[in-house]
């Protein structure tokens, strides 16, 4: 996943108490130090609480983040696609398009197999414009999803436009699967 500190991250929203506690109990721990006769108690209540804090950050809280800010989710959702749509003759191998993201995640997924358009505009319409030539109308395009609004109006009409994910598979990206 990518992590932005500006991003909101909903499915970890019931740990902000948490996080408190263990900042409230660091912070005493670290007054506790200053006194020579607590110093050693204090500094166990560090390491501990250290250890017991990257525990849960890394083995619940991260994982539990991942699809707030993860694309897995959403290429998971795209290769079920893609599986489901085999025997269909517009959509066997319908390629994927990240649509103005420059996230790295996309090219992880798709082993390099994804087209980027950081910006868009000519070069995505010329890429359309050659699918749809050689009978490929079926194009998937993984972006986030404050851009699907700005992505419809790019590709103007088109036969069925259809956002394959919703919030719950990751609440950053989304897949959209478009019929040209």
Same mark, same amino acid.
């Given at each position: 996943?990518?992590?932005?500190? @500006?991003?909101?991250?909903?499915?970890?929203?019931?740990?902000?108490?948490?996080?408190?506690?263990?900042?409230?109990?660091?912070?005493?721990?670290?007054?506790?130090?200053?006194?020579?006769?607590?110093?050693?108690?204090?500094?166990?209540?560090?390491?501990?609480?250290?250890?017991?804090?990257?525990?849960?950050?890394? @083995?619940?809280?991260?994982?539990?983040?991942?699809?707030?800010?993860?694309?897995?989710?959403?290429?998971?959702?795209?290769?079920?696609?893609?599986?489901?749509?085999?025997?269909?003759?517009?959509?066997?191998?319908?390629?994927?398009?990240?649509?103005?993201?420059?996230?790295?995640?996309?090219?992880?997924?798709?082993?390099?197999?994804?087209?980027?358009?950081?910006?868009?505009?000519?070069?995505?319409?010329?890429?359309?414009?050659?699918?749809?030539?050689?009978?490929? @109308?079926?194009?998937?395009?993984?972006?986030?999803?404050?851009?699907?609004?700005?992505?419809?109006?790019?590709?103007?009409?088109?036969?069925?436009?259809?956002?394959?994910? @919703?919030?719950?598979?990751?609440?950053?990206?989304?897949?959209?699967?478009?019929?040209?």
């Amino acid at each position: 996943m990518s992590y932005r500190y @500006d991003r909101r991250w909903p499915s970890t929203e019931a740990f902000a108490p948490t996080i408190v506690v263990a900042a409230i109990a660091s912070a005493t721990a670290c007054l506790a130090l200053a006194a020579r006769r607590y110093r050693a108690r204090a500094a166990m209540v560090l390491a501990t609480g250290a250890a017991l804090f990257s525990a849960l950050l890394l @083995d619940v809280y991260l994982v539990r983040a991942a699809p707030d800010g993860g694309q897995r989710g959403v290429f998971e959702a795209y290769y079920r696609s893609l599986a489901s749509e085999r025997g269909g003759p517009r959509a066997n191998g319908a390629p994927i398009v990240a649509y103005q993201l420059n996230w790295k995640g996309e090219n992880f997924y798709t082993g390099n197999n994804v087209a980027i358009f950081i910006s868009s505009g000519t070069p995505l319409r010329s890429y359309l414009d050659a699918r749809k030539k050689r009978g490929e @109308d079926v194009v998937y395009f993984v972006t986030e999803r404050g851009r699907v609004s700005g992505l419809r109006a790019e590709l103007g009409v088109v036969r069925t436009f259809t956002e394959v994910t @919703d919030r719950a598979v990751s609440h950053e990206f989304t897949l959209v699967r478009a019929e040209l």
